[in-house]
């Protein structure tokens, strides 16, 4: 049963005592930071002319400026359950991972961990450039704690793995980014732990050395805990057998990965962030500056030919909306003042999936619209998509205007979430129907 | 971080670390720097021998730079610009392991200083026992200085200066230095991270030290002001008998030095202790 959870008396329902197959205990869990950083730096100076008189700080309370950015959290894992952790950057979950790590201490609950971790947070920690891959698979793995003994039984292994060949004894600085990660992501999958730390490592390396590391977590997880950070919920969704939402250092949301995901598309403060930064560079647009800094393609104003451009998605009764129903209608609304003749209008949309790969785009192109706009002035219109096809999940629109093959205008229209389909595989699913001609009974 | 070896259970809480007795603190940081002797091992080999690697002399620039101060103080010493004062020895010699002394101390200030900000990218993403990046730290100075020292004594014979047979007691004799070096720079490690000012502060007053330590000049000054800041500074004590074990065989002042010995031992211990009560909130405020 998935469990909404945030309140104390079910946390405080967790057992006191750790049960035998229980690798990873977190009970009531808090951490607090501060907000400013001189007066984070003041309350560091008291926190130690403290210790150096012999008093322990008082590090439950809040003092000004300070925030818990994790608040009560509370969970169990057992060998072989996949954790998955969700949730907008800034909601806590780097933080969490680093109490469970043992860099941060807590400053409120408890953390017990049975054995030893392996967290393939920072992989190829430590590193030196001028070593060679053999002299830096002993010290990446002294580093993660491996005894001398036991990397010798490891070495080859570790090598196999990496497939870094010939380059065992050249210094690492003439490996490919590609070479570094697999040695790093190698060394550190071979340390045999209890539980296994995983932060977004997924996200680099090519293809097929993200399928092997696939295969390698999967491979592990049935012997150690799994706790797995990724912004990619279709991985949470094949790798995790549980998840938590986190939202503002709480979690919001504990049950099966699959719920968890759905409960995190359907949250209405998912994109507060994203929001956050349309905002942004709306004001940077309507400053009249130009940047090209966006991973989805470069961003256009063109400030001689266009004005007063405004674009947002709203749903069917005409209303502002982020997230759509699956097969449900959908609108882009524009407007914008042309303050010179256009000989050929061209409206593009492209859509992109949260990772920056384009999903589709669609344009007045595509359809051959006839747009020679003669006559400065406002022009103004609807995006209709009939059936919102694209499956759950998070979106990235942009909206691109322009005078034949030139740009004059080219911004991010919002991210939007698709929601509720019970079943689905991929990014997409047409309108279909099965057609059986003949069946026996 | 607190392991019972039986059951392997690790188990974070808040002020953990408070928990533990003076006693109990240092027996479970000198346990984590025997279990992290290979870590300070590998650490120590990347970063002493990993930045030659790139260039065709390699490991002979160890040796360069104290060459070049050889020949620097023998010219000096040529052109008749240092004197030789009523010290019983060239001036030259007397200066040069007086302040070779004192850049011992210094080191070992600097590697405790160090201590933190060396290991910060390592500190926030992997879990170790910091106190092992300390004696990372030293041995590495260790390392620098034992080759210095040897170039120094080739520049004692030179200026006619035969070290005293009391020089094998130099290690143990040299040992306060390291006591009350790290004391300091463990301290100061940590609060260059809450509060740079005063560590620019402490960096600046330990730069000074040197003058009012008899080590330029000799300690039969007239000045009654200047004689009472020498007498007071511990420095004085401790600087000056690593120098003089080495060039008359005795320590510079038998009682002070004792004292003084002790005392740094003793702040060494709670600095260390401090160190650890109060390392992981300071860790923190790394990010």
Known sequence: ?441 | MVKDVSSQITVYRPNQRHEFGFFQTWSIMARNIINSRELIWQLFKRDFFASYKKSFLGITWIFIAPIMGIVSWVFLNLTGMLHPGDIGIPYPAYVLVGTSMWGLFMGFYNSANATLSAGQSLVLQVNYPHEALLFKQTSEHLANFIITFLMNVVVLLINGVIPNWKIIFFPIVMLPLFFLGSAIGLISSMISVVAVDISRIINVVMGLMMYITPLIYSDKVNNPMAKSIIKWNPLTYLVCSARDIIIYGKLYNIEGYFLCAVLSFIAFMLSWRLFYVSEDRIVERMI
């Open chain 1, 1 to 441: 049963m998935p469990a909404q959870i945030g309140t104390k008396q079910q946390n405080n329902s967790l057992p006191d005592s750790v049960v035998d197959d229980v690798v990873v205990s977190v009970r009531n869990v808090s951490k607090k930071f501060c907000k400013n950083l001189r007066r984070s730096m003041a309350y560091g100076i008291s926190d130690l002319s403290k210790n150096l008189i012999g008093i322990k700080p008082d590090v439950a309370e809040l003092r000004k400026d300070e925030f818990w950015a994790i608040d009560d959290i509370s969970f169990q894992l057992g060998r072989g359950e996949v954790l998955g952790l969700i949730g907008v950057n800034g909601s806590g979950k780097s933080t969490l991972l680093r109490l469970l790590t043992g860099i941060f201490p807590p400053d409120k609950g408890d953390i017990r961990i049975m054995g030893r971790v392996g967290a393939l947070i920072a992989v190829g920690a430590g590193f030196h450039p001028y070593m060679t891959g053999k002299e830096n698979i002993f010290l990446n793995a002294t580093i993660l704690g491996m005894t001398r003994q036991e990397i010798k039984v490891k070495f080859n292994d570790i090598v196999d793995f990496a497939e870094i060949g010939d380059f065992l004894d050249a210094p690492v600085a003439t490996y490919s980014s590609g070479m570094r990660v697999r040695l790093g992501f190698s060394i550190a999958v071979h340390m045999n732990p209890d539980v296994t730390i995983v932060d977004e490592v997924l996200a680099v390396g090519d293809f097929n050395f993200r399928q092997k590391c696939s295969e390698r977590i999967n491979e592990l997880r049935h012997r150690t805990a799994t706790i797995f950070v990724s912004h990619n919920l279709r991985d949470i969704k094949m790798l995790c057998t549980k998840a938590i939402v986190m939202d503002k250092g709480q979690a919001v949301f504990e049950g099966p990965s699959f719920e968890a995901v759905e409960f995190y598309l359907n949250m209405t403060g998912s994109c507060a962030i994203e929001k956050d930064k349309d905002k942004q560079i709306e004001n940077k647009r309507l400053n009249q500056v130009q940047h090209k800094d966006s991973i989805f393609g470069e961003i256009y104003h063109n400030n001689e030919k266009i004005t007063d451009v405004h674009h947002q998605w709203i749903d069917e009764v005409g209303n502002y909306a982020e997230s759509f129903e699956h097969g449900r209608e959908a609108f882009i609304k524009f407007s914008f003042r042309l303050l010179k003749p256009v000989n050929k209008l061209v409206l593009g949309v492209p859509i992109y999936d949260s990772n920056g790969n384009l999903i589709t785009g669609i344009s007045t192109d595509m359809e051959k619209l006839d747009l020679n706009i003669q006559s400065e002035g406002l022009v103004s219109g609807k995006l209709q998509i009939k059936k919102m096809s694209l499956n759950p999940g998070e979106y990235i629109t942009y909206i691109a205007i322009m005078d034949g093959k030139e740009f004059i205008y080219r911004n991010i229209v919002g991210n939007f979430t698709v929601r509720e389909m019970p079943f689905y595989f991929g990014v997409y699913t047409p309108e279909y129907n099965w057609i059986f001609d003949k069946t026996s009974s």
